[in-house]
């Protein structure tokens, strides 16, 4: 099974009530992160090794993972002298590996990338955004990334618009509302496959969604594949509170455990 990256070193300044004291990636989703419910999400389908790079306030998320045994299962302390844990039962993400690595503070996601390849071992790897919630069929979209041969897969949706929509016509009359409908366009949702040789578009300074991208796909090597399910990335305020209620009604599409 290929390696997870999952990029979390972003500032989140449109989120600030929320990080101003911890990365985005760790927003809470019903009491979870939400690179947590991501990265449940792929395990859930077989993928369970993952390195996050981390940049603004990388050490909450790293404090996180390196206590997650203690936060999930029961303790005793002794704390004497000798002081020591003992930790009761195993929690469900046993089977995870998972690799923090400190990209920096302003370095931009290309350089993250490039920053984190030498954990990346194998052919290809799955790369994220570290604060988007999806339903996507890993298994589907690795197969569609095989069968074009090419050097980068990027996942795309048609998100609703933010906006209701009037239409109007030649004479100013308006003739109908849509609430909020799918926008004809597509747009990059993230969950990319990438093969090991995109390193020579990379350099530690570059925008993943710019140079890299552009020059992937101004030589063919750069297929869109068409998610018609679930996504939703957490941006601002607005959308934590979205999310929190999906989850707390118990409609949660990215939930597969």
């Not at 509302?177 to 990379?202: H, Q, T």
Request: charged share 25%; net charge negative.
């Amino acid at each position: 099974m290929i390696k997870g990256l999952i990029l979390a070193g972003g500032l989140g300044t449109r989120l600030r009530e929320e990080t101003e004291f911890k990365p985005k990636p760790m927003v809470e989703v019903g009491g979870r992160p939400i690179i947590w419910h991501i990265m449940k999400n792929l395990s859930t389908q077989g993928l369970n090794d993952f390195t996050i790079a981390t940049g603004y306030k990388g050490e909450t998320i790293k404090d996180y993972f390196l206590n997650y045994h203690s936060r999930n299962n029961d303790v005793t302390l002794n704390l004497g002298v000798n002081s020591s844990v003992i930790h009761h039962g195993l929690h469900d993400e046993s089977e995870w590996r998972v690799t923090i690595a400190n990209t920096g503070e302003l370095t931009m996601t290309g350089g993250r990338v490039f920053r984190s390849l030498k954990y990346l071992v194998g052919d290809r790897f799955l790369c994220t955004y570290g604060d988007g919630l999806a339903d996507i069929n890993f298994k589907e979209l690795m197969e569609f990334h095989l069968a074009h041969g090419k050097k980068a897969t990027v996942t795309t949706v048609q998100p609703l618009s933010r906006f209701g929509v009037m239409d109007v016509d030649s004479k100013g009359v308006v003739t109908q509302f849509r609430e909020k409908p799918i926008m004809d366009g597509w747009v990059n949702a993230g969950f990319f496959i990438f093969e090991k040789s995109i390193v020579e578009y990379l350099d530690e300074n570059c925008i993943l969604e710019q140079e890299p991208l552009a020059k992937l796909a101004s030589e063919g090597q750069l297929v869109a594949y068409r998610h018609h399910g679930f996504w939703q990335p957490m941006d601002t305020l607005r959308e934590s509170i979205f999310l929190n209620e999906m989850w707390s009604e118990g409609n949660a599409p990215w939930k597969n455990w």
